[in-house]
């Protein structure tokens, strides 16, 4: 197991530093204007554009620019321009609500997606089963974009039962925090759920059929004991995976949009705020820490399912 | 694995149509799954539709998609009503009541037609998603096959630069280049693009989304490659190339059809995120996604503005999933039996795609 994790953590920071190789190509070589004047925003005086252009030593080498480029990002230096305040304050000012928002999310879609997809596998064929499957193919379809302009336009316009966007941070009134979360989550986790009761039900479809399935009912266990104990466990190890990685790309994906559009002040939101303003240390900083983070639950993710697993870490199929 | 030869056998021709080549039976199998041909022809329909948006604005609405018509007055039913009031509200839907002008009313305080808007941003989300999903989709066959066919240290180099891209988060590094070369366009060697152009969102989702198409056919490439035919035809003294497109590709076109039409679905989904969030297509074209954060505005008074391009987006979505769908069950009739298990039968080891 400790050999497994050593590896992987060896290649976690392979792919960090390709990764972040990436991210640099992004902002200071792909793109076809000079760098200082596309740091300094849209309305910046040639002064700053100057003292930009020294700080960030663009004259000089590719890999001196790299260095000095990861430098500021990690060491809190980043500062965006307009107003002039550091780029990592702002992350964590953002970064409560958007944990709020996606662990949330998280929690209501696996459950949600696991109750559905437990009973759609029991009785395979049902009713509930090939509902799921329409809902399933619904929620690969629509957009959060189109999901929470409805909610938000009958909900809190229309009949009121919600208020109307922004973020309560839950120290300060967890009532009023619950309110202002419930629609976001539900608009982030209800395009999940039918996907994941899919995942669960084909995965319990599958375990149904091993051997040590079939010794289980043999030796007399009753059918929800080898359901719950034999089925559903071992079905459960491919969900770990598949949430992890899910969690990851929400946070770095999905939950920019629904912050957005419930105009909760995120991490996303400050993004989109960037967007706007064409404002680059900001998106420079969180596409980083994004990626990181990313790449981050990943080796996590692949080390959990090692331990769960053993057959993993044993090597019959690993990579 | 999804041989079309495969439907050929005639253990496995269901219809004991024997004198069938395997496209002709896959036709048929699709032919008679009626909610796939169905949304098919809405598919088409919308095609159409957006196709017919330069006739729409020159006869009916009589204006462009750019057009402002902030002062403009409107005669509806005899009344005189102006496209956008003082306060910058615009009208809302006026159906047929000004002769198909301002069907579905103006856009925002600067009064473009929303008809007019969403048919010609239509087209825009339609030709990105289509081709980046060319792109995507030829960039992913070749890699697949030399990795495939290659392997070794090919295989090894092609496999870990899809595994990092693959596990970038898609939506952040497309919103970092897209507001990275908002200004001053995209230059890498040769390629060259202005900034503000679509083609910057098709480069990025070209790039971004390879790794979905090309990691399966990369494995299924792999899988063929036992297979005894390919070694058949090197022993007759085929070279990789004659290999890899006489003897491999024509194998793996049923996958390549399939994803082909989902890859057209998610890149339309990302190209909708994208210009949502402002980092997509640029103003003065208007996408879907684009129409959708500008409604969003006026959310309260005008719902339609965002909702409708929405809506749009999910059926071309939606109907592009289900032909996908379709068109696996069709071309690849075994994984029928997986996805339609009604009495529990189990997926076949490694099968899924």
Redesign the interface.
Known sequence: MLRFIARRLVGMVLVLFVVSLIVFLIFNVIPNSPPAQRLAGKNATPTLVKSIEEEWGFDESLPKQYVTMMKKVFTGELIQYSPRVPVDDRIKEGIPATLSLSIGAGIIWLAFGLLLGYLAAIRAGGWLDRTLTGVAVAGISIPVFLLAPVLIYFLTYKLEIFPNGGYVGWTEDPWEWLQHMILPWFTLAVLSIGFYSRVLRSNMLDVMNEDYVRTARAKGLSERKVMSRHVLRNSLIPITTLFGLDFGATIAGTAIITEVLFNIEGIGLYAAESIGKLELPPIMGITLYGAFFVVFINALVDIAYAYLDPRVRLGSTAR | MNTPNRAADPAESENGSAGYGPWRLALRRFLRNRVAVAFLVLFFLIVAFVLAAPLWAEHVAHTGPNETHTLQKLHVNGEVREVVTPEGKPIGPQWFGADGKFFLGADSRLGRDEMVRLMYGGRTSLFIGFVSGLITTFLAVVLGLLAGYYRGWVDAVIARTL??LW???????G??????????????GPL??E?GSIWIPIFIISIFYMPYVARPIRGEVLSLGEKEFVEASIAQGAGPLRVMFGELLPNLASTIVVFFALNI?NNM?FE??LS????GVQPPNSSW?TM??I??EL??TQ?LL??IP??M??LT??SL??VG?GLRDALDPRSKV?FE???????PEGA?I
């Open positions: 595994d990092v596990s970038l988060p898609v939506l952040l590094i919103i970092a280049i897209g507001t990275a070369s908002a200004i001053g366009g995209i230059g890498i060259h693009l900034g679905a989904l909708a995120a949502f969030l402002g980092a996604g959708i954060s409604g969003e959310l309260t719902p965002a909702i929405g809506v987006i999910m979505v939606l999933n289900i769908d997986r298990a009604k009495t529990g039968i189990a997926e899924s």
